[in-house]
């Protein structure tokens, strides 16, 4: 499971001053072709299949009537098996025979995020001194939607004191101070790789005794998230048209006598689980429950879509991406109908990708034909 806020790419979206709308606008969705998908040609349909197999494995352990999410247009579990058992085969004549492409309407924002690496040691030693945390045992994540269907996907976190819900230590007292009720997993050497780890909520470690694991969300404090891109426009050390993943990073890096105190600008705070490595050429485990395929994996807003469901990206700029993918994970920053991030993997490579990544574009559903039947030429989904 991704982090529940932003991919590093986000560190641009996110550093706009504007205020954020009070709530999510309506879905509007509008049948469309496979003809009209810009770049549907292109190569990369059998990736997306791959990928699409990975989710129908984990959907498929659900029950039938097991709701699919989001704004409800994709029914449940059991409108979906027919098509994940057919899950095989030329993709291209599986994607175009099995299903219905709707346009998302409006314009979309697509970001990027990769599986970043950090170097470990199981013992606290000379360069290793940041902890590496465990789940609090004392860390409590409510999902209000339980309480009020207005607030459906809307999470909070916390601790209990007494019969009350109060906020949870924020980034400069956990860093202070330490957490006693929670585990350390190891140590790391570098602090400033660490915060780019917990924006892009998994990676990998590679520790000095020659092994490596993956490490991925448990959780996170509830505080509220400062993409430090803001803070340093605000204070004058980055011009806003300059600001990137790789000028943070190389901000950070010539001040460290400031990099500290801007990180803790962000009081937000994840807290990790450390897996096997399983298969090199995937990501971590997404929300969903499948590993995430470079460039096949869409982070989505969990308040419209249904996790599981393939999606055609059509996203432009310096590094257009237009490519079939399956809506995988989430991610707290991803807000919005037509707002995706895509992941681009591991490596220095999809690190450059995913730190430049803010493109416009169009975000394409795609439903079973039977769904499709039921939705007809399109429909409205209030928020």
């Known amino acids: 499971m991704r982090r529940g806020v932003l991919a590093a790419a986000l560190l641009l979206a996110a550093c706009t001053l504007q205020k954020p709308p009070a709530g999510p606008p309506p879905l509007h969705l509008s049948r469309t072709a496979f003809d009209q998908l810009a770049g549907w040609q292109d190569e990369g349909a059998q990736t997306a299949l791959a990928s699409f197999q990975r989710g129908c494995a984990v959907l498929m352990q659900r029950p039938d009537t097991a709701p699919m999410g989001g704004a409800g247009y994709a029914g449940t579990v059991g409108d979906w098996r027919a098509v994940c058992a057919k899950a095989d085969g030329d993709a291209k004549n599986f994607f175009t025979q099995n299903f219905t492409p709707y346009a998302v309407t409006g314009d979309g924002l697509f970001t990027g995020y990769y599986e970043p690496l950090i ?8 360069a290793f001194q940041t902890p590496v945390y465990g789940l609090p045992i004392d860390l409590v994540r409510a999902d209000l939607g339980l309480f009020d269907p207005k607030f ?39 602090g400033v790789a660490f915060f780019f780890l917990q924006i892009q909520g998994s990676g990998r470690v ?6 490596s694991a993956r490490i991925a969300f448990a959780g996170e404090n509830g505080q509220p998230y400062t993409a430090i891109g803001r803070t340093l426009i605000a204070d004058g050390s980055l011009a806003r048209e300059d600001v990137s993943l790789q000028t943070i990073r190389a901000w950070l890096a010539a001040h460290p006598d400031r990099a500290k105190s801007v990180m803790q600008t962000d009081k937000s705070y994840v807290f990790f689980q450390e897996n096997p490595f399983g ?38 700029g310096p590094d257009p991406v237009h490519a079939l993918m399956v809506a995988q994970d989430t991610g707290g920053a991803i807000r919005g109908a037509a707002r995706g991030d895509i992941f681009f993997g591991f ?23 039977a769904l499709a039947a039921k939705l007809g030429r399109g429909a409205d989904f209030p928020s």
Not at 206 to 211: I, L, S, V
Not at 347 to 369: C, S, T, V
């Open 279 to 316: 298969e090199a050429a995937l990501g971590a485990t997404g929300t969903l429950g499948a590993s995430l395929t470079p460039l096949a994996s869409l982070a989505v807003d969990l308040r419209f879509h249904a996790l599981g469901m393939p999606v055609f990206v059509a996203a432009d």
């Open 347 to 369: 490596g220095a490579a999809a690190e450059a990708r995913a730190g430049a990544m803010k493109a416009p574009g169009h975000l394409y559903l795609l439903l079973p034909n």
């Open 119 to 126: 170097r470990g040691s199981r013992n606290r030693h000379d």
């Open 152 to 190: 459906k996907g809307e999470h909070i976190s916390g601790r209990i004191s007494g019969h009350a819900l109060v906020p949870y230590a924020d980034r400069e007292e956990i860093e202070s101070a330490g957490i006693k009720t929670a585990p350390v997993l190891f140590y790391t050497d570098d």
């Open 206 to 211: 590679a520790f000095e005794d020659g092994g």
